[in-house]
């Protein structure tokens, strides 16, 4: 920010003492503190914890932190490379908290080893008083193959993953996809499209009002015909107040509104983002909320028109239902359409098949319009107008009888059960904090890439498993012919470094070779 005015700039320019501002659904990109301005931040990147905080003047901000609601003016502290997130960065490059339960067995193991080579060479010694079979115990060893084949394992995964559009930020994530029993969907953008329409707008009070006194009759937005006064008019102030928040279903809203050339010019005083359930403002005085019948209905207390409450309730639960009020009644209701992905059942088929037995939908949809998109994709279980925590809730429930859970999402709303989840998988297209928070990163547009992780996280723990037994089993012959004075140290030692170099170089070949393809 240069004086008043805003620029854009490279974020490796900018100083201490510098000042940027930040807006509801934006990174922030360096560690500082806040000016002016009252902003609600999500730090579950930082801290795990998935409750916003609220940060006022004074408050302190770190970069890879993203706002969830507001705008702020941020005066930087630290420059880029020194802030507290690239500090954790370096942490976790140093660390072993991203190595899967497995790999840590098998280091814990090969480590505990030690003791008792150096034991059975005594032993050996004490017993045969032959020093070239004791020795042949030393010339064996399973750290060797055991922390070279492993890692190799992961490291090859993580890198196939790659190939296959999906960016995983370690082993113990690719493990618990596979030992993972339970799979939550968001429906908005994960198991559909993402690329929703308006497709009818039911007036009612002061709308309908206006359209039966001029004698107008309400028209579906598909049949290309000239829209009621009621409609442009519910249209023109819905895409006024969405137009300020990017999601499919305000991107729709405002879509519609210019297709038709309605202007949707500023009428409303500062707008409320309430997170997972609408909009609030006010309009000549009055307050207008637009959002989801739990918002509408029992945060709000619309009220309905008794006249108009069969209209109301005659609205095809076939669509997304976006509620438009005007001085607590209700105005105006936009029915939209978000098709499901073509490939959803196919994937929610395999998924059963490879071992997810139960595959669950969450979502602040109706309970009929949830009910018939479950009921299409038979999946087992379902959850409708549920908040964002409530998604983190049931995910809980789910740790608490002992299962695993990957949760799949792509909004704001998803980040506290992606942060829950043993595995959260963001998908293409989703907001930057969900893609931030999430375990696992999906680029491509599609959801077979689920059943690919799935296969590349089974494929890998079953060649961990192989290794494993190999490693052990394969050594511990060495050790015993060695013992038996039928190999010599020197064969012993050049059977085990072979047998090691083959295993690291075959832990490096592609997974999914070794499996089927879903397609």
């Known amino acids: 920010k240069a004086g008043e005015e805003e620029v854009l700039g490279d974020v490796n320019q900018v100083k201490k003492g510098d000042r940027f501002v930040v807006r509801t659904s934006n990174i922030i990109p360096l560690d500082g503190v806040v000016v002016s301005g009252e902003v609600s931040v999500n730090q579950a990147s930082m801290t795990g914890e998935s409750i916003p905080v609220v940060k006022k003047q004074g408050g302190a901000v770190y970069a890879g932190t993203v706002v969830e609601e507001g705008e702020c003016v941020v005066e930087v502290t630290k420059e880029a490379g020194s802030g507290k997130y690239d500090q954790i960065v370096r942490m976790i490059e140093e660390s072993e908290k991203l190595k899967s339960t497995t790999e840590s067995r098998a280091y814990h193991l090969a480590d505990s080893l030690v003791p008792y080579a150096l034991a059975g060479t005594g032993l050996t010694y004490l017993f045969t008083r032959n020093i070239t079979r004791a020795i042949s115990f030393l010339m064996v060893d399973f750290s060797c193959a055991l922390k070279l084949s492993m890692p190799l394992s992961v490291l090859s995964a993580i890198r196939e993953a790659g190939k296959y559009n999906i960016s995983v930020k370690g082993g113990k994530f ?92 500023e009428m409303h005083s500062e707008v409320q983002y309430v997170v997972a359930h609408g909009i609030a403002s006010h309009v000549d005085g009055k307050r207008v909320v637009i959002g989801s019948h739990h918002f509408i209905f029992e945060d709000e207390k619309i009220t309905v028109l008794p006249n108009e409450q069969h209209k109301l309730d005659g ?205």
């Open 174 to 265: 690719l493990e618990a996809v596979a030992e993972a029993k339970t799979i939550v969907f968001d429906k908005t953008g994960t198991l559909t499209k993402a690329e929703p329409t308006v497709v009818k707008i039911y007036t009612f009070g002061e709308f309908a009002r206006m359209d039966r006194e001029e004698g107008q009759v309400e028209e579906d937005l598909a049949s290309g015909k000239e829209l009621s006064r009621g409609q442009r008019e519910a249209l023109r102030l819905s895409a006024c107040l969405e137009e300020h928040f990017p999601h499919s279903m305000a991107n729709a809203v405002v879509a519609a509104a210019k297709k038709r050339t309605i202007n949707h010019k």
């Open 315 to 519: 609205i095809s639960h076939a669509y997304t239902q976006l509620y438009l009020a005007i001085g607590g009644e209700l105005a105006a209701v936009l029915c939209i359409f978000d098709p499901l992905r073509k490939e959803a059942p196919e994937v929610i088929a395999s998924l059963h098949a490879l071992g997810i037995d139960k595959i669950c939908m969450m979502t602040g949809d109706s309970e009929k319009t949830a009910a018939s998109v479950a009921n299409s994709l038979h999946i087992d279980e379902y959850h409708a107008e549920v908040l964002p925590q409530d998604k983190a809730a049931f995910i809980a429930k789910e740790h608490a009888a002992g299962r695993k859970v990957i949760m799949v999402g792509d909004g704001v709303n998803d980040t506290p059960a992606l942060s829950e989840a043993d595995a959260g998988v963001a998908v293409n297209g989703g907001a930057a904090i969900a893609r931030e928070v999430a375990d696992i990163t999906i680029s491509a547009d599609s959801l077979y890439e689920l059943v690919k992780l799935r296969k590349l996280s089974d494929a890998l723990m079953k060649r961990i498993r192989d290794n494993y037994r190999f490693i052990i089993s394969f050594n511990g012959m060495l050790i015993a012919l060695g013992v038996a004075g039928i190999l010599q140290p020197a064969t012993s030692a050049l059977l085990h470094n072979s047998s090691t170099i083959l295993i690291g170089v075959k832990s490096m070949t592609d997974l999914l070779a070794e499996a089927p393809d879903e397609r």
